[in-house]
């Protein structure tokens, strides 16, 4: 990954001010592929950059930065998980089919696809959002999660074949030429 300059300035301050500018949109867009819901996004971002705030002295490289904070931001969802209790509310299934219908194909591709992948089980899930939504790579991905690169790559290539075959897709190489 590039290097993003967030260890600049002289004061903790400007310091952590730089980090939250360079680094602000892609947490948040982890953090809500994470928990599906915008406001609870912006909460576990605020969490998560609080506890950055709090701990700013132990981050000495500008390159570990994102994945520094993906790590708190998954730390402090499991926390916030374990405290949700999540309101069950009775919907009318008739609202849902007829405002579907006039959504573009795109927008519908795209929730399809989003429905899909929070389907995964997690072990398969959590990898391959760090590596769409993050940018990470394998051996990255294996450090936030600490686990073994060779495993981070079967896990990838396994969520990546459970959504080819949820769409019907081919999941081995084309054989013919």
């Known amino acids: 990954m590039s290097e993003i300059p967030v ?6 301050k400007q310091r952590y ?3 939250v500018a360079a680094l602000y949109q892609d947490v948040f867009r982890y953090a809500f592929w994470i928990c599906k819901s915008k406001p609870m996004a912006e909460d576990l971002v605020q969490e998560t950059f609080l506890r950055a705030w709090r701990s700013l002295e132990s981050l000495q490289s500008d390159r570990a930065a994102k994945a520094w904070l993906f790590t708190i931001l998954r ?9 949700y209790r999540p309101e069950l509310v009775d919907i009318d299934g008739q ?3 007829e ?3 006039n959504e573009p194909d ?5 929730e399809l696809l989003h ?9 398969y899930r959590e990898p391959l959002l760090l590596q769409v939504i993050g940018g990470f790579s394998g051996k990255e991905i294996a450090e936030i999660l600490e686990l073994n690169n060779n495993t981070v790559m079967t896990r ?13 897709l081919s999941t081995e190489t084309d054989e013919e030429s």
Do not use: H, P, V
């Not at 990838?156 to 019907?168: D, T």
């Open 115 to 123: 429905n899909a992948i929070n389907r995964l089980e997690s072990e």
């Open 156 to 168: 990838l290539f396994r969520a990546r074949g459970k959504l080819k075959a949820e769409f019907g």
């Open 106 to 110: 795109s927008k519908m591709d795209r």
């Open 17 to 19: 001010e730089s980090l």
């Open 95 to 97: 609202s849902i089919a």
């Open 7 to 12: 260890l600049e300035g002289n004061t903790k």
């Open 75 to 83: 730390r402090e969802n499991a926390r916030q998980y374990e405290r």
């Open 99 to 101: 405002s579907d219908s």
